[in-house]
């Protein structure tokens, strides 16, 4: 992990799993630094077919993020809700802290 970073952005709480909408808002989360050999599984894990995106779950895009503590934006990629954006807004952009407060803890991950 490189560290916790921010993106501009809205999550929204789909359920068992949050969606990012680029936009107004912030977003708090993780940065990894992955082989792009990685990048299959994880394309995988988010529903995403880079073949067909329209049919896809999420869409996996670049964008801008900020480490905590750095100025310097940096480049990644994210994947990002690209259906209806009217589920629940999580208003403090943090699905752990979502998590921690509203269900004392995270769900259960099958496919760990």
């Known amino acids: 992990m490189l560290g916790m970073a921010t993106i501009q952005g809205t999550l929204l709480h789909l359920g068992d799993y949050p969606g ?11 940065l ?4 792009i050999a990685a ?3 994880i394309d995988d894990l988010e529903g995403f077919d880079p073949l067909d ?18 100025s310097t934006p940096l480049q990644a990629c994210t994947y990002v809700w690209p259906h ?7 208003p403090e952009g943090d699905w752990v802290n979502f998590l921690q407060t509203t269900r004392g803890g995270y769900p259960p991950v099958p496919w760990l």
């Open 20 to 30: 990012l909408i680029q936009g107004e808002g912030i977003v708090h989360g993780e």
């Open 53 to 70: 995106p329209g049919s896809s779950l999420f869409l996996r895009v670049d964008c801008s993020v900020r480490l905590d503590g750095n």
């Open 84 to 90: 209806d954006a009217t589920a629940t807004t999580i």
């Open 39 to 41: 990048l299959d599984r």
């Open 32 to 35: 990894y630094e992955l082989p």
